[in-house]
């Protein structure tokens, strides 16, 4: 299994070859050959074009032509962990940065898909997060009254056939 | 020449406005406070300032409104005078009152006017009072007896609303007369549901409206004049994202019409300093007052971009006790501008605040572009703020040269660590609706379409995937530690 880079939800199977004087990206989309040299700050000449990134632990932010990019990398091994659990794999994940203001169920509870579980608020609002399907759940990590980031893993499951 | 009353001016603020304001009180020769709270340390107005008081709150927002501890940093630094910015203190009345009870000068109006203009039903009964146009409206606690009457003479379409009400819930829209009986019971039962109160406010239906305000500055003399209006009808969730001026609904006639209401209203009212007076405009070219803003707005800029006028140094002027130094004859537009206001969300996801450190930041440096930030980079944006960071203001001679100008700004303008909407801004500034200048309130809500993200596909997929597998080392050791004369063999493949 290649490496793989996560952007905009999908992951791309990736692998790099020399080329020249610098490198051949090959994906299923396609060979690139390019060039690629850092000139200060977080500005670098691809291919003769200015571009700006910055490398976060395995996240690269990149800003091209007006656009900005998150890009994760995802290692092989991790990649086959995760293909081997996605059929199992059913959290509430948060859907904006918050704060826990009710949480409804505790572990080993069976919940029904749409019923709610937690309420968060954000932006003075508060919302319920309901259960993605019939389940038990199996974690909380959600703890009353803390903030908590995006895309937070909130409360997991496992599913109900399962139990 | 001003001779100042006071020498140094805190400003009770943060971000981006406490930045601006901070560069007009030093360009006038005064010295510089701001108070800050520990999440925002590295803040520019915090690094600028000529001193930096750090003050606490149970929350980060809980600091900055708390006025007690304000006055205590204002006397501290030896503050003659407080700006108060927008938002947080600066339209409470018992906070300028304190202020004026410490001896000290406040950057507003007076706690009356304050009082006034804070009220919505208060100001809306003094504008209608003094004969300037409001929507019609019923109040039914007025007279319940004669509510229905009152709420058929209002036309339609008309809105029902919870007079308990608020967040948009149980407001019902009339088209016709015939269901105006069943629709009040409607709306009078959810009241109930929603809010426990069954009392109901019934006002006219404006159709896709636009938000049109005016700029207005008025000092201790009675001496008012309008700077002219701004368009701000491009909104999310009920906020402005995008303002310009001058505003491509307007006549000059009806721009002269609606610029003098509004001088008129903030001359009965008396009214010094800065203020903003906002209208809702409907596509008949009909409008009606909507709320008096007592303060600096954020969107100031493009008035001051249009009419060189530099707003902060005028309100400190006018709490210096100084006259205007200008009349409505002396001010006169040029151009145009258009203010977008950046912010950390997705718009893709439901324009949900993001999160993150500011591990980039360069702004655009091209003609007519001003740049009013309140960030820096290796800042950590939290979610205990509003979400605004920084403002972009463009200058054109004309509206299409202002959006040229504009999608080359945003485009050069680089924030990574956490995402924010320069895209979706350069999107919708492309939107035909926008560049024909046909927008309305709910623009934004009618066409989604704007907060998708577009595909990456093609020859721009492969560049993002190149450059940024550059960077990832496991792939980068994989090829180099293939002999040269093999890789260049082709065919290749792990």
């Known amino acids: 299994m290649h490496h793989a880079l996560q952007l905009l939800g999908v992951a791309h199977p990736v692998w790099l070859t020399r080329h020249a004087d610098g490198y051949q990206l090959h994906s299923k989309n396609g060979a690139l050959a390019f060039t690629l040299r850092h000139l200060e700050g977080s500005r670098y000449l691809f291919n003769g074009q200015t571009v700006h990134m910055v490398v976060d632990g395995d996240a690269v932010h990149l800003h091209h032509k007006g656009e900005t990019y998150t890009v994760c990398h995802q290692h092989p091994l991790d990649r086959l962990a995760q293909a081997a659990n996605s059929s199992t794999a059913m959290q509430i994940v948060a859907p904006m940065p918050g704060a826990t203001v009710m949480i409804h169920v505790a572990v080993g509870q069976s919940v029904k898909k749409g019923e709610v579980v937690m309420v968060m608020e954000s932006m003075k609002m508060e919302t319920s997060l309901a259960a993605p399907a019939d389940g038990i759940v199996a974690e909380v990590r959600a703890v009353l009254g803390q903030t908590f980031d995006r895309d937070a893993v909130l409360v997991r499951f496992t599913p109900a056939e399962s139990a | ?494």
């Open chain 2, 1 to 494: 020449m001003t001779s100042w009353p006071f020498n140094t001016v805190l400003i009770a603020n943060r971000g981006e406005i406490a930045l601006r304001i901070l560069q007009s009180v030093r360009a006038l020769g005064l010295k510089t406070a701001v108070v800050y709270h520990a999440a925002d340390r590295l803040a520019p107005a915090v690094q600028q300032a000529d001193t930096a008081i750090e003050i606490t709150g149970s929350t980060p927002v809980a600091a900055y409104l708390d006025g007690p501890q304000i006055l205590q940093a204002a006397r501290a630094a030896g503050a003659g005078a407080i700006h108060p910015g927008y938002g947080f203190l600066s339209e409470n009345a018992g906070f300028a009152q304190a202020v004026a009870d410490a001896g000290m000068v406040f950057v507003g109006p007076t706690p009356e006017q304050i009082r006034l203009m804070g009220d919505k039903v208060r100001a809306r009964a003094f504008v209608a009072q003094q004969g300037f146009p409001v929507a019609p409206s019923a109040i039914e606690d007025d007279d319940p007896a004669s509510f229905y009457t009152r709420a058929l003479a209002v036309g339609f379409p008309l809105l029902i609303k919870p007079a308990a009400g608020g967040g948009g819930k149980g407001m019902r829209v009339v088209r016709a007369a015939e269901s105006l009986a069943s629709e009040i019971e409607r709306a009078r039962s959810e009241g109930k549901r929603y809010f426990g109160d069954g009392r109901l406010y019934v006002e006219r239906y404006i159709e896709n409206p636009r938000h049109i305000e005016v700029q207005i500055l008025g000092d201790a003399f009675g001496n008012v004049v309008h700077l002219f209006e701004r368009e701000c009808s491009v909104q999310r969730r009920f906020q402005k994202i995008v303002e310009e001026s001058p505003s491509p609904a307007l006549s000059p006639e009806l721009r002269q019409s609606i610029c003098d209401t509004a001088a008129g209203i903030a001359r009965v009212a008396g009214y010094r300093n800065a203020g903003t007076v906002e209208f809702i405009f409907g596509q008949g070219g009909e409008y009606y007052f909507l709320e008096m803003n007592t303060r600096l707005q954020v969107e100031h800029p493009v008035t001051e971009a249009i009419t060189g006028k530099d707003l902060v140094a005028e309100q400190l002027r006018v709490a210096a006790g100084e006259p205007l130094p200008f009349t409505q004859a002396d001010l006169h537009t040029h151009g145009h501008a258009i203010e977008f206001r950046i912010y950390a969300e997705d718009p893709s996801r439901g324009y949900t605040p993001t999160t993150g450190r500011v591990l980039a930041l360069e702004w655009p440096q091209s003609p007519g572009v001003r740049i009013d930030n309140g960030i820096t980079q290796g800042q950590e944006i939290t979610s205990a703020f509003d979400p605004m960071l920084a403002k972009l203001i463009v200058y054109g001679q004309t509206r299409s040269q202002a959006i040229e100008r504009a999608h080359t700004a945003l485009a050069n303008t680089v924030i990574l660590g956490l995402k924010t909407n320069t895209g979706f801004l350069q999107r919708l500034l492309h939107h035909p609706t926008f560049v024909a200048g046909q927008v309305h309130t709910g623009f934004l809500d009618a066409h989604p379409e704007i907060t998708a993200e577009p595909e990456l596909a093609g020859h721009d997929l492969l560049q993002v995937l190149a450059v940024t597998a550059s960077q990832v080392r496991p792939l980068t050791d994989a090829a180099d530690a293939v002999p040269r004369l093999h890789a260049s063999m082709g065919n290749w493949s792990n």
